[in-house]
Structures are given as structure tokens and as C-alpha cells.
């Protein structure tokens, strides 16, 4: 009976194994028969080329749903009744002409030391005009550049001096002046333009004569002294004649 029993276990699992052989047997083919199929239509259909990159384009043209092509940041130069910048806000008035001209001719540091340390400032020297006849040199020191300007240009405008030029817009007569080491010396020269150097020619543009000859009889380069004999010979002429050119 137990000998039975065995023998028909080991037929159950031969039979298993048997049909277990049979299903991979029938089962292979099935797959190798897909696979070259699919090698074929790999070969068949290419794989699409990549798509070209194609940059990104910004169109400039109007934006949807707002008022002249802007967004609702702020009214650029397109939208409609805006008369401001390209914020939004009003238009800048323009700037208010100054009443005098001004040139800087020197500006430099100064060093002061203090108890606490140093201290620095900056000395300004300059030349203010309207071009018409009056010039005015001044200096003014600050804690910074901008209050340094600010005072030279206030004391320019106390020591401003009022000349009388001629119809050709030059000098009635020669001088000759000396202030310190400078010595300049000033000639009347009609159609021949303005002749000078330094800051004699600073002070003679901006008080607006256009024909004249200045030479600097001295060898100093102290741009403050040779501002100031400039004025000094302005100061010495005289009323030109009613029949002066």
C-alpha cells in the first residue's frame, strides 16, 4: 500500500515536471518569435530625428489686454494719455538755466589732524561768469566736494567784477599786471579769437570776451594766482572811447 502511494506521488510530479517542460517548450518560440519581429519594426520605423532647438523669440508687439502694449506695472511711452517717463510718473520739468556759468580750476584734499585723528576736507577754487561782461574768482573749503563748490561759487559771486568790452567783444586798451609771482599780460587782438592759457582763459571766456591775446609772464603754475592777476588786469581797464573797435 505505502509502496503504492509512492509510486503515484512520483508519477504526479514527473507528470508536473513533464507538462512544466512542455508549457517553457511552447513558450519559447512565442518570444523569440516577438523578438525579431520587434528588431524588425526597430529597423523599420527610424527613430524620429531630435527636433531642432529653436531659441526662444520675444515679441515687441502689443501685450494682450493692456492699454497701448504695457503691462499694468506702470504707463509706458505707449499707452495713452500718459505724459511721464517710462515709470509712469510726471514728466521732469526741465532744469532752470543758472544764472552764472562756472568752471572749477582746482580742487584738492586737505588733511587736518585733530586730537581724535585726521580729518579730511576739500579746498575748491573756481571761476564763475555770465559771459557779458562779468567774472568773479572764488574758493571755499567743506567736508565734502559738492559743499566745497557750493561756497566757492558764493564767494565768486561777492568779488564778481563788471567789465566794459568793446563792440568786437574785446579789450579797449593793453595791461599789465602782477599779483604775487604771476604776470600776465592782456592785448587787444579783434578777429583773432582768444589767445591764452591756464586759468587766464577760463576767467577770459566766461566774461565773454572773444577777441584778445594773453600771455603769462611768469613761470608759476598755481592755477588760484593766475585766475586772480586775470582779475586784477581786468580791473585796471578803463571805459573803452565811443570810437573804439
Known amino acids: 500500500m505505502t509502496d503504492h502511494k509512492e509510486n503515484t506521488n512520483e508519477e504526479i510530479i514527473n507528470e508536473a515536471a513533464v507538462e512544466a517542460t512542455e508549457a517553457v517548450a511552447t513558450t519559447a518560440p512565442v518570444v523569440e518569435a516577438v523578438a525579431p519581429a520587434t528588431q524588425a519594426a526597430a529597423v523599420a520605423t527610424p527613430v524620429a530625428a531630435a527636433a531642432p ?18 503691462d499694468s506695472r506702470g504707463g509706458g ?25 562756472q568752471k572749477i580750476i582746482d580742487i584738492r584734499r586737505v588733511t587736518r589732524v585733530a586730537s581724535g585723528g585726521r ?20 574758493t571755499g573749503k567743506g567736508g565734502d ?32 599786471k602782477k599779483v604775487g609771482a604771476s604776470v600776465v599780460h592782456m592785448m587787444p587782438a ?6 591764452a592759457g591756464s586759468s ?18 611768469s613761470g608759476t603754475k598755481n592755477k588760484l594766482n593766475n585766475a ?13 572811447r565811443a570810437h573804439s573797435k
Do not use: C, Q
Request: glycine content about 12%.
Open 53 to 70: 532647438f529653436a531659441p526662444r523669440t520675444f515679441s515687441n508687439g502689443p501685450r494682450r489686454n493692456t492699454p497701448g502694449g504695457r
Open 77 to 101: 511711452r505707449g499707452a495713452p494719455g500718459a505724459g511721464g517717463d517710462r515709470r509712469g510718473g510726471p514728466r521732469r520739468e526741465p532744469r532752470a538755466k543758472p544764472e552764472y556759468d
Open 119 to 138: 580729518r579730511f576736507s576739500f579746498a575748491v577754487s573756481l571761476v564763475a561768469g555770465d559771459r557779458k561782461g562779468k567774472v568773479g574768482v572764488g
Open 228 to 240: 586772480r592777476v586775470a582779475i586784477e588786469a581786468l580791473k585796471m581797464l578803463k571805459k573803452p
Open 200 to 217: 587766464v582763459r577760463d576767467v577770459i571766456e566766461l566774461a565773454g570776451i572773444k577777441n584778445i591775446t594773453a600771455k603769462l609772464r
Open 190 to 195: 579783434p578777429g583773432k579769437g582768444v589767445v
Open 145 to 176: 566736494t559738492s559743499l566745497a563748490v557750493d561756497k566757492a561759487l558764493r564767494s565768486a559771486k561777492k568779488n564778481m567784477i563788471t567789465l566794459s568790452l568793446t563792440k568786437t567783444h574785446s579789450i579797449p586798451h593793453e595791461v599789465l
